[in-house]
Structure formats: C-alpha cells, structure tokens
C-alpha cells in the first residue's frame, strides 16, 4: 500500500511540474505586425505590450505651451514605421493588467522598444533594462526629453478613460 501512494505523489509532482513549465513557458510569435499605439502592437491577432517601456498616450501633447507638440500620435507613427516590414518576432512571456501579454519584439533584428527609447519616443520603465538608451536620450534632448512633458502614467491618472 505504501508504496501506490508513493507512486501516485510522484505521479502527482510530475503532473505538477510539467504544468508549471507549461504556464511559465516563454512563447515566441512572428509574422506580420500594426501599431495600436507607442507601446502596444498587434501581430497575428495577439496584442502585444512591449515589455520595458512606457510610450506617452495616443492624445498627450508634450513640450511647453505653446507649441506642444503630439507626443502620443508621433510615438504611435515611429512604432508603425519600425514595423512596416514582413516580419516581426516577439518573444512572449505573460500578461499584464488588461489581458495583453508582455513581450520582447524585434523587427529586422532590431528591439524595438529599445529604439523607442533611444528616439526619446518612451521611457524605461523600471530596472535595467534601457536605462542606457533613456540616460542618452535624455543627455541629448531627443523627443520627450526636448522639453516638459508629463510621465504617461502620471498623465493616464489625470486623464482616466
């Protein structure tokens, strides 16, 4: 009797564990990819937040008054131009808040948030990971780092949906 418990915990940890490798499992997708916005991307139907980086909202304006300029709108036009190719890979590795899973995405064997960042078109978000890329933009005054401009999670509290 023992041991058909033992083999059944076993059995059970198994189980377990190969269930575990399956819900932490890195998925990788490619093909043909839109813009939605400075940070988000669809490709194959999957909307896709790029993993590192916070992209100013679709409506903020950004730099002093007057002559702000649409911030939003031109991170959105640099994303649709970095994606303006056949194809897209994107590296996948969970979901965020509001069900779009988070990823790395490269097109043309460049990361394209980290040319986001570079271009001073999004921040780096917390960590690491395009702090680099954020500090020289910000040393040279590319885009958002031209002039005043609100933080897009500041600016999403200020403006809820």
Do not use: N
Request: proline share 6%; with cysteine.
């Amino acid at each position: 009797m023992r041991l058909r418990d033992l083999i059944t915990a076993a059995a059970l940890l198994v189980g377990l564990a190969a269930l575990a490798a399956l819900l932490t499992r890195e998925d990788e997708i490619a093909g043909p990819a839109f813009a939605v916005d400075g940070d988000t991307l669809r490709i194959l139907d999957l909307r896709v937040r790029l993993d590192g980086i916070d992209a100013p909202e679709l409506a903020q304006a950004c730099g002093p008054k007057p002559g702000q300029w649409p911030c939003g709108a031109e991170a959105l036009h640099r994303l649709e131009r970095l994606l303006d190719v056949p194809l897209v890979t994107c590296r996948l590795r969970g979901t965020d808040a509001y069900g779009r899973r988070i990823g790395t995405c490269t097109a043309r064997g460049r990361d394209v948030a980290r040319v986001m960042v570079e271009e001073g078109l999004a921040l780096a978000l917390s960590g690491p990971a395009y702090k680099a890329e954020q500090d020289a933009a910000h040393r040279q005054g590319l885009g958002i780092w031209g002039g005043p401009f609100q933080r897009p999670a500041d600016w999403r509290a200020a403006h809820p949906r």
